[in-house]
C-alpha cells in the first residue's frame, strides 16, 4: 500500500511564499501523474497544478505564474513552490498521485493566508 504524505503548510501574511512537499512511502513506485489539489469548505476539490512523467505541467488560471510544481522522480517527491500569496489561495492542499494501480491521496496541509 502506497502513502503519500503532504507537508509545508502554514500561516503567510498576503504576498509571501510556501513550498509544499509531498513525498511517497515507497520510492520504486511511479506515477503517471501527480498534482496539488485544494478544497475550501462546502466547494469541491480542485486541480491546482499537475505533472506528468513528461514533465510536462498544468496550471490553473487561478495560480498561473504565481505557483510552481516540480518534481524529484528519483526520490519520488513533489514540491508546490507558492509565491505571491493570496487570501483566495487559503484551502487544505492535497497531493495525488496516480498510476494504473490506483488513485492515492495525501492527507492534506492547510495553508492559512491572512494578515
Known amino acids: 500500500q502506497v502513502q503519500l504524505v503532504d507537508s509545508g503548510g502554514g500561516k503567510v501574511q498576503p504576498g509571501g511564499s510556501l513550498k509544499l512537499s509531498c513525498a511517497a512511502s515507497?520510492?520504486?513506485?511511479?506515477?503517471?501523474?501527480m498534482g496539488w489539489y485544494r478544497q475550501v469548505p462546502e466547494k469541491e476539490r480542485e486541480l491546482v497544478a499537475g505533472?506528468?512523467?513528461?514533465?510536462?505541467?498544468h496550471y490553473s488560471d487561478s495560480v498561473k505564474g504565481r505557483f510552481t510544481i516540480s518534481r524529484d522522480i528519483t526520490n519520488n517527491m513533489m514540491f508546490l513552490q507558492m509565491n505571491s500569496l493570496k487570501p483566495e489561495d487559503t484551502a487544505v492542499y492535497y497531493c495525488?498521485?496516480?498510476?494504473?494501480?490506483?488513485?492515492?491521496w495525501g492527507q492534506g496541509t492547510q495553508v492559512t493566508v491572512s494578515s
Open positions: 505533472i506528468n512523467s513528461d514533465g510536462y505541467t
Open positions: 515507497r520510492t520504486r513506485i511511479a506515477f503517471d501523474f
Open positions: 495525488n498521485g496516480f498510476n494504473s494501480r490506483g488513485n492515492y
